[in-house]
């Protein structure tokens, strides 16, 4: 049932049948987390790429896996697109470690970038593409420049013509990528760049879709995990004859604070997971919610400049006008809707494991390490389950799925219950900052200090990091200990991949000016503690913590300045591609021009208003600018956007309509977690575990317009778009809520009591 | 153990099982079926619905032995690839999902809430589904595609 990558080319009577698996023993973990690894699977061949069959279909191999996100259509339009053949014609197989390419992990907006510019899954196809006008070119006995390829058929001038499969159908390439393959120019595309349905629709919506939750496996059993009560326990014992009565019952798995239980029945795996009495030596006591971000200063950090001008504190005290705030974002969840699950067979010399992790790859090395099995064993295939939205339960589930299957000698299902999910996730991180700003009679920026502290523990867990999700840690991986220490003067590039640096910042390190704005007089530092909780990539990690703070804050100075916030904005930035997208918005959505909050009120005892936010996600990975029209209720102090008008700027646009559904759903996700969405603990567990202690966003709220506009320069390369619209929203809300009603909130997230209180204490902005 | 006797999908199906097992782990486990999903075990998200008579019911929480003779239809059970049932074929021209799985949740109830009320308002619409979450935020598109059907069975 799990076809081997000899079995696809097989599959279609094709000869393809050597494909090279150097032993993976000794092999490099990857150098970058998004890069292209050292595999037995080698990324610089062309074969390892794809395949055209006998019958002339294709088959793409990917490192980037489809979560929901549109990634498994867009890449099979680009295939089609550089091969010019039919789009039904290309077959993806996505993130399988016996079959593709290791291209790390799925995530950070990278896919776009990495796989649809001049490399990687594009660059194979344009090469296979070049391979086959040069075998068709020697078949006619004339040269390429006067052929022609459409559909997979090369013709020449005098009309003969020669299908792909005749040339090479069901052998290999035998070939390496070309660099100097030309793409297929934009201008020519009938297949990338159009809003090809997503190809899992019919299937999702009938219910045929097979998630990772369906998959089965003869003689599969059923397991649940027991969680300890509370965070940091320790496991003292297990009474096994708690459970004996329990019908089905397989085996209680212990494994040092791993505790679990497998049955023959789902049924029977959660009645013996309630049931078993464990005793459980508590851990230390977890930090008052209540004080938690003033105490994150009182902690051993480990310290990076971003940046540092060395005259921002000189510069500051002399200032005649000093704008001073301090913004928190709390601990949110990923709270995927299906609680994770994963499917193991560990057999005596080799696994296999149906994982909806995002990173196969480095799942895989990790299940080796816990199952004391080389990597070459282990097999991981991506099998989809609910949208992740980062690091869900997908890895810690995956790990404990081949645990138990190792321990009872059988293939094991594992289902996450809700509170398994929630109660123990990588949440994504709280975050507590503070911004100084100078201005001067010209109200302009005349220097900028930053200072962040960010709650961290654990994370991706890499290739060889299994400690750095509760599972593994359980299983006596300690995840890395946070290493206190002062930081280094900024030397080399300035990457601005969490988004530290405010798009306003000239970005100067050694005379070399990297930023997207104008600010030169500039101190970014960060201290990272460590987090009561694991942390863990939540859709535009840190990203939307920091553009919050920025872009708050950049409306703060505005007002100070008496400045219009959009051409206070304007006048400090100096990156084109922001300032398109900035001033694109503005002009759709009808941007009124203010230099202090207009506090509209309507009749009902709403108060309406308009704010904006502008990123350059991760510094250079797509560019957003949104504004956000809001009422809110002066009494309850309930926040209801109504109309978010978004510019974006992604470079080419693979699918539109693919984009329009990640830019809706990140600007609605971003609502939620801008309202209502927050991670709650007492002095011993997380307690917001199930949709009732967490709040989302269901399904009557009451949506918001959304208009959005595509901003497309020529001559650019791709960029990832997935997490920009979500980056900027809960800036723009806040910076309405404040043009409505002169109250600044500086706390995420923006609940009535807040906002009650804001309006209470309003001062028409920051303290002076 | 016991043998019971299920309605599904128009078929009589009969699994031997624990009359207390959640009805959603039968239809998944027993009778293969793959739209209503594990969410929460709660009956707080929806993933799991199923229709049983003309109301809706969370499988997640519903013990088998309690199902009797009612028939229950699953998503898969609404419509299929070849010919989806309207309300799917909006859903599919809406392109109405992102990960897609708590569609059981929402085509369901949004179709057994026009089926009592063929000309229920969004507002009516979106009450109907407070109780059905979709982490991806497909909202815009869902309602749009819940509207289109709503429309077209009216004309």
């Not at chain 1, 050292?38 to 395949?51: G, K, Q, T």
């Not at chain 2, 293969?32 to 709660?42: I, N, Q, V, Y």
Request: aromatic share 6%.
């Amino acid at each position: 049932m799990n076809p081997s990558r000899r079995d696809f080319l097989k599959g279609t009577g094709a000869l393809v049948v050597s494909f090279r698996a150097a032993s993976v023993f000794g092999m490099q973990a990857g150098d970058g987390q998004f890069g292209t690894h050292a595999s037995h699977i080698n990324a610089e061949e062309l074969d390892s790429w794809l395949a055209i069959h006998a019958d002339g279909s294709v088959t793409a191999f990917t490192g980037k896996c489809d979560f929901g996100q549109g990634i498994y259509t867009a890449q099979t339009q680009l295939v089609a697109e550089e091969l010019c053949v039919a789009l039904e014609r290309v077959k993806l197989v996505q993130c399988d470690t016996e079959v593709t390419p290791d291209q790390g992990s799925t995530s950070g907006s990278q896919s776009t970038p990495t796989n649809f510019n001049h490399q990687n899954l594009a660059l194979a196809a344009a090469t296979a593409r070049e391979a086959l006008l040069k075998l068709a070119a020697e078949r006619f006995g004339e040269p390429v420049d006067g052929l022609r390829v459409e559909n997979a058929v090369v013709t020449n001038a005098s009309g003969q013509h020669v299908r792909y499969e005749d040339l090479i159908g069901g052998k290999h390439f035998n070939l390496t990528l070309d660099r100097a393959a030309r793409r297929r120019p934009q201008v020519e595309w009938t297949v990338l760049g159009k809003s090809v349905p997503s190809l899992d629709r019919t299937a999702l919506m009938t219910g045929q879709f097979e998630f990772v939750h369906h998959v089965r496996v003869p003689g599969m059993l059923h397991g649940r995990v027991v969680r300890p009560p509370a965070i940091g326990s320790t496991l003292i014992s297990v009474d096994q004859t708690s459970v004996k009565d329990v019908p089905g019952l397989v085996k209680v798995v212990v494994r040092k604070n791993f505790v679990g239980v497998v049955a023959e029945t789902q049924h029977s795996a959660a009645h013996a997971a309630r049931k078993l009495k464990v005793d459980w030596k508590p851990g230390p006591k977890l930090p008052s919610q209540a004080s938690f971000f003033d105490s994150l200063k009182e902690q051993p950090s480990r310290d990076a400049l971003e940046l540092d001008s060395t005259d921002v504190a000189a510069r500051l005290a002399t200032a005649k006008h000093v704008v001073r705030a301090r913004y928190t974002y709390p601990f949110q969840a990923h709270g995927s809707l299906g609680a994770s699950c994963a499917v193991a067979d560990v057999k005596a010399g080799s696994a296999t494991i149906w994982s909806a992790t995002q990173s196969a790859y480095p799942t895989r090395n990790c299940v080796a390490m816990l199952l004391g099995m080389p990597a070459d064993k282990v097999r991981v295939i991506y099998t989809r389950g609910s949208g992740c939205y980062g690091l869900n339960g997908a890895d810690a589930v995956s790990f404990e799925a081949a645990v138990m299957s190792q321990d009872v000698g059988q293939p094991v299902r594992l289902q996450f219950s809700r509170q398994d999910e929630m109660g123990w996730e990588n949440y994504g991180n709280a975050c507590l900052i503070e911004q100084r700003a100078a201005l001067d009679d010209a109200g302009r920026i005349t220097a900028w200090d930053r200072e962040s502290w960010i709650p961290n523990m654990g994370s991706r867990p890499g290739y060889d990091r299994p400690g750095n999700v509760i599972s593994g840690m359980l299983l006596g991986y300690e995840p890395p200990p946070l290493r206190p220490g002062k930081a280094a003067e900024p030397t080399g590039e300035l990457r601005n991949g969490s988004n530290t640096v405010p798009e306003y910042m000239a970005g100067c390190i050694q005379d070399k000016c990297q930023g997207n704005g104008t600010v030169n007089a500039a101190r970014v530092l960060t201290h990272t503690v460590r987090s009561p909780f694991f942390t863990g990539p939540l859709r535009s990690p840190l990203r939307i913590q920091n553009t919050f703070a920025n872009e708050c804050f950049v409306d703060e100075l505005a007002l100070k300045a008496g400045a219009d916030p959009v051409e206070f904005r304007l006048k400090h930035l100096q990156q084109q591609r922001l300032v398109a997208v900035l001033k694109a918005v503005a002009t759709a959505a009808k941007w009124q021009k203010r230099v202090a909050p207009r506090k509209q009120t309507l009749a009902n005892g709403l108060a309406r208003g308009q704010g904006i936010a502008c990123v350059a996600y991760e510094g250079r990975n797509g560019y957003a600018a949104l504004v956000a029209d809001v009422d809110v209720d002066l009494t309850s102090g309930l926040v209801q956007p109504r109309r978010f008008v978004i510019a974006i700027d992604c470079g080419p646009i693979s699918n539109s309509d693919g984009l329009r559904n990640q830019v809706e759903g990140g600007i609605l996700q971003g609502t939620s977690r801008s309202l209502v969405e927050e991670v709650t603990w007492d002095e011993q567990r997380v307690t917001s575990t199930d949709w009732e202690s967490y709040q989302t966003l269901r399904l009557d709220y009451e949506i918001p317009e959304i208009e959005i506009v595509f901003v497309t320069p020529e001559g650019v390369a791709a960029t990832g778009a997935g997490e920009t619209s979500i980056t900027v929203t809960p800036a723009a809300i806040a910076n309405a809520i404040f043009d409505a009603t002169g109250a600044r909130i500086r706390d995420v997230p923006f609940t009535p009591s807040r906002i009650k209180a804001a309006l209470a204490t309003r001062s028409e902005g920051a303290i002076a | 153990m016991a043998a019971i006797t299920l309605r599904v999908n128009g078929q009589t199906r009969t699994v031997n099982v624990d009359p207390a097992t959640p009805l959603l782990y039968v239809l998944n486990d027993d009778l293969d079926l793959r739209g209503p999903r594990f969410g929460c075990g709660m009956a707080q998200c929806g993933a799991c619905t199923v229709i049983m008579g003309d109301h809706v019911v969370r499988s997640c929480v519903k013990p088998v032995g309690a199902v009797g003779a009612e028939e229950i239809t699953t998503l898969e059970g609404l419509g299929t690839p070849e010919k989806p049932h309207p309300l799917q074929q909006a859903f599919i021209e809406e392109g109405a999902a992102q990960c897609g799985f708590c569609l059981s949740g929402v085509i369901l109830t949004a179709k057994t809430v026009l089926d009592v009320n063929p000309s229920a308002t969004d507002q009516d619409i979106r009450n109907a589904l407070g109780g059905v979450i979709c982490r991806c935020f497909a909202h815009t598109r869902i309602l749009r595609a819940i509207r289109k059907y709503a429309d077209a069975r009216r004309a």
